[in-house]
């Protein structure tokens, strides 16, 4: 299989190959998958039981209809179906978005997921990408990419909430500010594929604000969420003229009959999809704690099913994902393809412990294992960054004319200014409350003031310099309308304020608590390190798992109104 690794990854126009293709070159048995997002604990065996034995009935068959489908998930989730349109899978709801709703211009953080910004260039539009700064941890200045939008003259606006591959969370109050702030525009569209994954908030999503708005879709993936991305199905939810049109366009039978007896399932099992999505917000903890002991690795936060990590220096990611497939059987998300990204990065899913200890086994192997042989020759704290290759930056270059050339220049200066200098660490005053690992990292100096973060409701009240002032939180006042004014926030937030974790509207800070295996800034990467609420990207303390019904047939009942609230 070694020979034939670099031509499926080559030969093929998805960003991996596919698990049937991958099964076919080996023994018959496919890899352990850190590379497709999806949920690894539900359906459960019973439920896989169940299609198994309703197999041949399930291919016989013709499904119902869409509106059908339709109506049934709508039930569930407690939506109204003239507000709803459902899809094979949501890269078909992307294509009919692009083909009715898009006009001239699209506007996309990078990196991002492909198709949103692949779709419209292949049907001509011109796409406005917006980098996401890797200094500033990868996260989204809603303010900044408002006046960029404006800058551009750009028709639509599409945000990733929580952003494939670097699993950045936006609050749901700050998405709201931002919709009404774009309300001029053509349409705006709020990706939540991934939001059930997300405990930053007890209500993350938007799609309760979105019908009642004329220019706003929410986009949503079911194959993720339930862990069926080969059964394509997803939904979209936006007023009933946006929905409707949309769903005029899609085939009758556009939804298959895996997916409609998955769908008619649900109503039954709405305990165990709630429990699943705690063990992933779990095991997404312990596998930053894992992944964080390995020299030279950067974890990125994250409120997505994945982690985006960056590899030591002078790792180059095609080899160590070549490697971990055909030494170790381990499929990863190498990043190099991704508009924004390079290969130094990965996106890794989260798994169960017994994978993600596989995982790290691998790694240390492919990345230390012998020093000849290693894909690291020398371990640096250099943390210089590219835009991945020079094909990359002509392609931002001719798609968005001159509004972000050069992504590895931004990426290492602010717009107007020189990188910054190394700066002496003042050591940080030990707090006697607080263990030896749960110690905050002492910040490097900088010249823009931040904002003093609350305690979170349990925890031990964060320290900052006496200095530190208040660093202007995004908000519709600091957005550019039509004609921008004196209110608009910089181009993007200093490193300084991103350390500091600037609280969003309706969001409390967290405690710097730290975590086992990440006391060494070495092992960290950039920045000093993360702490563990960092790493989860959590604001709040761990919530307590759904209660536990005592009949597993009554319907989704008040789970089915946790998943609408709660996962959207």
Known sequence: MAGNVTSLFRGTAAHSPSMAALTR???GAGPVDFCIP????FPTPAMFDELAGRLREIITYYPSSADTITSELCSLLQ?????????????????????????????IPVPTFGRWTDQPMETGKRVDMFPLQESNGFALDLAAYAKFIRSRGTKVAVICNPNNPDGGFLPRQSVIQFMDAMADLDLVVIDESFLEFADAESEPSV???????????????LGKNFGLHGIRFGYMVANPSLAGKVRSMLPKWNLNSFAETVVFMLKNHGKEYMESLHMVRR??????RQLSALPGLTIY?????FLFVRLPVGAEGTVVRDRLLTEH?????????????SSRFLRLVVRPQTDVRRLVAGLEQVLYGSRKEAAVPELSSSTGYGSGSAMVDRLVGSTNGAGVQGLAAQANAWPGQPAPAPQPVAAAAPQPSLPAAAQPRPAAASPYPVQQPAAAPGYPAPQQPAAAQAYPAPGPASWPAAAQGPGAMPAQMPPAAMQAQVPSPGLQPAAQTGMPGMAGAASMGAQGGLTAAQVRGRTQPEPPPPPQSSS?????????????NQAG
Do not use: F
Not at 207 to 221: G, K, Y
Not at 301 to 305: A, D, E
Not at 552 to 564: I, P, T
């Open 79 to 107: 939506l109204p179906p003239q507000c709803v349109a459902m899809g094979n899978g949501s890269t078909e709801l992307i294509t009919w978005i692009d083909h009715l709703l898009v006009r001239e211009s699209l506007a």
């Open 283 to 288: 095991d997404r903890l312990d596998m930053a």
């Open 207 to 221: 799609v309760e604000d979105a019908v009642m708005r004329p220019n706003v879709i929410v986009l949503r993936s």
């Open 329 to 341: 059987r381990i499929l990863v998300r190498e990043c190099g393809n991704k508009v924004g990204s």
């Open 25 to 27: 070159e080996g023994d």
């Open 38 to 41: 999806c949920n690894p604990y």
């Open 301 to 305: 936060p994250s409120q997505g099913n």
């Open 552 to 564: 597993s047939g009554s319907g989704w009942g008040a789970v089915g109104a946790m998943l609408y």
